[in-house]
T-cell receptor, first 113, second 114 residues
Framework: QKEVEQNSGPLSVPEGAIASLNCTYSDRGSQSFFWYRQYSGKSPELIMSIYSNGDKEDGRFTAQLNKASQYVSLLIRDSQPSDSATYLCAVNILTGGGNKLTFGTGTQLKVEL | DGGITQSPKYLFRKEGQNVTLSCEQNLNHDAMYWYRQDPGQGLRLIYYSQIVNDFQKGDIAEGYSVSREKKESFPLTVTSAQKNPTAFYLC?????????????FGDGTRLSIL
């Protein structure tokens, strides 16, 4: 089982719709969860951090965390063509050498006009 | 402007050659990381360092080496032992706290074999 799993997509949604991106993780001890957006050919950009169970909203983005189910999601409301990108889920894992992030392979989102 | 600077943006390696990728940050972050990204495989951790003069192997350290002589700098050397070096290399940094902090990335270096 992969440590962090995402559906690779592509996920296609019409402009103005809600896009829902999902991520599951295997390490029950994980305490920090992040969503990154990566445009083609560019480096990842942090868009959301979440540390507690429940929802966290920032503008059009909402991150949801359920530690019991080992599940984290990202909702994008009023999707725009500029949201078309690959979204990476990252989970913090504490090792003997310190904290490190494990990334999922990403979900490609396409917002269609 | 605070940030992470990677250079060069593009790099070409000949057979049997070692090449070094530069990563400099002025964010005063203690931790620095190197990742490799191949198409469809997400980011894989090569090496990371939480403090000067100390670093740890990540998941795919074979064929790579690093140093951390200064807080601001974490160069990565791709050695001739790395037989498939063509990839997008990303450097990141973060503050260090017990429960993990987000990492911030540089713009990356694309390495190809000549």
């Amino acid at each position: 089982q992969k440590e962090v799993e995402q559906n690779s997509g592509p996920l296609s949604v019409p402009e103005g719709a809600i896009a829902s991106l999902n991520c599951t993780y295997s390490d029950r001890g994980s305490q920090s969860f992040f969503w990154y957006r990566q445009y083609s050919g560019k480096s990842p950009e942090l868009i959301m951090s979440i540390y507690s169970n429940g929802d966290k909203e920032d503008g059009r983005f909402t991150a949801q965390l359920n530690k019991a189910s080992q599940y984290v999601s990202l909702l994008i409301r009023d999707s725009q063509p500029s949201d078309s990108a690959t979204y990476l889920c990252a989970v913090n894992i504490l090792t003997g050498g310190g904290n490190k992030l494990t990334f999922g392979t990403g979900t490609q989102l396409k917002v269609e006009l | 402007d605070g940030g992470i600077t990677q250079s060069p943006k593009y790099l070409f390696r000949k057979e049997g050659q070692n090449v070094t990728l530069s990563c400099e940050q002025n964010l005063n972050h203690d931790a620095m990381y190197w990742y490799r990204q191949d198409p469809g495989q997400g980011l894989r951790l090569i090496y990371y360092s939480q403090i000067v003069n100390d670093f740890q192997k990540g998941d795919i350290a074979e064929g790579y080496s690093v140093s951390r002589e200064k807080k601001e700098s974490f160069p990565l050397t791709v050695t001739s032992a790395q037989k498939n070096p063509t990839a997008f290399y990303l450097c990141a940094s973060s503050i260090v706290q017990s429960f993990g902090q987000p990492q911030h990335f540089g713009d990356g270096t694309r390495l190809s074999i000549l």
